[in-house]
């Protein structure tokens, strides 16, 4: 038993004075000799965000934050603008007894008609509505259907305003409820 603490006993005590180095200076933490620690690999929507060009930054890093928001934001703003100009060009072509059928493609134009003469039917609007108003909104429908990219990129656009204006205010509103 004594031959195991034989190498403590040769030890021998530091003799502490008043400006020892360990009372002047302190004893350096593993810390400093530690690496950081590493951050998170980036997510897939950072890696796909960081593949856009850097104009586009600005638009897309709110949809990080905010995702249902900003996704919702553009499924309404999507719908708008697919209904409100389907319903001014309509009232438009109506009025004017012009519209742009010879720039459209004859299929847009022949299954627009063929759908809301199907829903006008279905819906007993026949007195409303006469072939030539269901002609009008079908060119009109088939308009707004040219219109698409522009209405994508005006929806994608308009998407982070729309979210912090309005749907994130609202989505407060009923969860106070």
């Not at 109506?94 to 493609?105: E, F, G, K, V």
Request: proline share 11%; net charge positive.
């Amino acid at each position: 038993m004594f031959s195991t603490c034989r190498p403590f006993l040769r030890l021998k005590p530091q003799p502490q004075t008043l400006f020892s180095i360990h009372l002047v200076r302190p004893r350096p933490s593993f810390r400093h000799f530690t690496t950081p620690p590493s951050s998170p690999p980036p997510s897939r929507a950072d890696r796909i965000i960081s593949k856009l060009p850097k104009y586009l930054h600005p638009y897309t890093r709110p949809l990080l934050s905010h995702p249902a928001s900003h996704i919702t934001s553009f499924l309404i703003l999507h719908e708008l603008t697919a209904i409100i100009p389907l319903f001014a060009f309509f009232a438009f072509f109506n009025l004017t007894s012009w519209n742009p059928a010879d720039l459209l493609p004859k299929e847009w134009i022949e299954t627009g008609y063929t759908r809301f003469k199907r829903y006008i039917e279905k819906k007993g609007l026949e007195e409303w509505v006469d072939g030539r108003g269901v002609m009008d909104l079908a060119i009109a429908w088939a308009v707004v259907k040219a219109l698409m990219p522009v209405r994508v990129l005006g929806s994608v656009w308009a998407a982070p305003w729309f979210a912090r204006k309005v749907v994130i205010p609202v989505v407060g509103l009923v969860r106070r409820r």
